[in-house]
T-cell receptor, first 113, second 113 residues
Framework: KNQVEQSPQSLIILEGKNCTLQCNYTVSPFSNLRWYKQDTGRGPVSLTIMTFSENTKSNGRYTATLDADTKQSSLHITASQLSDSASYICVVSACQAGTALIFGKGTTLSVSS | IAGITQAPTSQILAAGRRMTLRCTQDMRHNAMYWYRQDLGLGLRLIHYSNTAGTTGKGEVPDGYSVSRANTDDFPLTLASAVPSQTSVYFC????????????FGAGSRLTVL
C-alpha cells in the first residue's frame, strides 16, 4: 500500500535554532516528492519538489533532501523564525494514470521566542 | 492576483441541507481537485478533474459530487449534508503533468449540525 509517514508529529523549537523534519514513503513507482508549508487557516504552499535524480533542493532557509534508495526525505530549516510556525506536509507522487498524490499527515512546527 | 478563489470561507449548515462549495481558478490549469482536511487525518482527495468535461473519484467521494463545465470552475456539492462532513475543504489546481505543483485555495470551513 502506498503510504507517507512523517515524523515527528509535532515539534517546538526556540527562534534561531535549526530543525529537521522527516518523511518516509512506500510509494511505487515513484515520480516526485514535494514539501508544502501550511500556515494556520491557509491552504498549503509549495516549498520544494524533487524528482528521482535530485538529492538536495533549497528554497531560502529550507533545504530538502531525498534518498530514493531508502525512500526517505528530510526538510531542514535553518535559523528558524517565528513565521516558520506552521504545518509541513510531505507529498509523494506515483507514476500512474490520473492523479496519484499521497499525502503525509504533516508535522506541526511551533517556533517560540 | 492569479490563483484560486473559494467560497464561502466558512458556513454552518443543518444536517440534510444541500450545499455547494465554489472554486474558481484563473491560471488556466487543466487539473482541479477537492480535498478535505481533518485533524489527525491530513488531506484526503474527494474528487478530481484532469480537464474540463471529465471528473473522477478520489479516496473519499461518498456524499459528494462535482462538475467541470469549463476550465475555471469546479464546484463541490453535498446533496444532503451529514455531521461527518464537518471539515475544512480545499480546492487545488495544477497544470497538466505529474511534476506540476498544486496551487491551493484558502479553504472553506464547513460545520454540519
Amino acid at each position: 500500500k502506498n503510504q507517507v509517514e512523517q515524523s515527528p508529529q509535532s515539534l517546538i523549537i526556540l527562534e534561531g535554532k535549526n530543525c529537521t523534519l522527516q518523511c518516509n514513503y512506500t510509494v511505487s513507482p515513484f515520480s516526485n516528492l514535494r514539501w508544502y508549508k501550511q500556515d494556520t487557516g491557509r491552504g498549503p504552499v509549495s516549498l520544494t519538489i524533487m524528482t528521482f535524480s535530485e538529492n538536495t533542493k533549497s528554497n531560502g532557509r529550507y533545504t530538502a533532501t531525498l534518498d530514493a534508495d531508502t525512500k526517505q526525505s528530510s526538510l531542514h530549516i535553518t535559523a528558524s523564525q517565528l513565521s516558520d510556525s506552521a504545518s509541513y506536509i510531505c507529498v509523494v507522487s506515483a507514476c500512474q494514470a490520473g492523479t496519484a498524490l499521497i499525502f503525509g499527515k504533516g508535522t506541526t512546527l511551533s517556533v517560540s521566542s | 492576483i492569479a490563483g484560486i478563489t473559494q467560497a464561502p470561507t466558512s458556513q454552518i449548515l443543518a444536517a440534510g441541507r444541500r450545499m455547494t462549495l465554489r472554486c474558481t481558478q484563473d491560471m488556466r490549469h487543466n487539473a482541479m481537485y477537492w480535498y478535505r482536511q481533518d485533524l489527525g487525518l491530513g488531506l484526503r482527495l474527494i474528487h478530481y478533474s484532469n480537464t474540463a468535461g471529465t471528473t473522477g473519484k478520489g479516496e473519499v467521494p461518498d456524499g459528494y459530487s462535482v462538475s467541470r463545465a469549463n476550465t475555471d470552475d469546479f464546484p463541490l456539492t453535498l446533496a444532503s449534508a451529514v455531521p461527518s462532513q464537518t471539515s475544512v475543504y480545499f480546492c487545488a489546481s495544477s497544470g497538466q503533468g505529474g511534476a506540476n505543483v498544486l496551487t491551493f485555495g484558502a479553504g472553506s470551513r464547513l460545520t454540519v449540525l
